[in-house]
């Protein structure tokens, strides 16, 4: 059994920043690649960033230069530092793990955490 927590969101002003936090816990490994997706209403869940277990990094184009995923594999955390929001990356946030080491998609969910961006 496996549990993604997350933390951090909140209401900001475009241009502000927030931190976005993810407590893994149960049976996962420091090796699972780790993700940050989002929904905004009305459209699909995209993927924002993933880190592997060795700290490799993928992000969707609209968030680069903007925001950095990293974890912390001692605690078992992954976190989503957000800087200069702008109103569309409104959105609930849902952190992911994958099954595996190696990335096949996300298999586990967290329950998301709401970024409200005002304009």
């Known amino acids: 059994q496996v549990q993604l927590v997350e933390s951090g969101g909140g209401l900001v002003q475009a241009g502000g920043s927030l931190r976005l936090s993810c407590a893994a816990s149960g049976k996962i490994f420091s090796n699972n690649v780790m993700g940050w997706y989002r929904q905004a209403p009305g459209k699909q869940r995209e993927l924002v960033a993933r880190i592997t277990g060795d700290g490799s990094t993928v992000y969707v184009d609209s968030v680069k230069g903007r925001f950095t995923i990293s974890r912390d594999n001692a605690k078992n955390t992954v976190y989503l530092q957000m800087n200069g929001l702008k109103h569309e990356d409104t959105g609930i946030y849902y952190c992911?793990?994958?099954?595996?080491?190696?990335?096949?998609?996300?298999?586990?969910w967290g329950q998301g955490t709401q970024v409200t961006v005002s304009s």
């Open positions: 992911s793990a994958s099954k595996y080491s190696y990335w096949t998609g996300p298999f586990y």
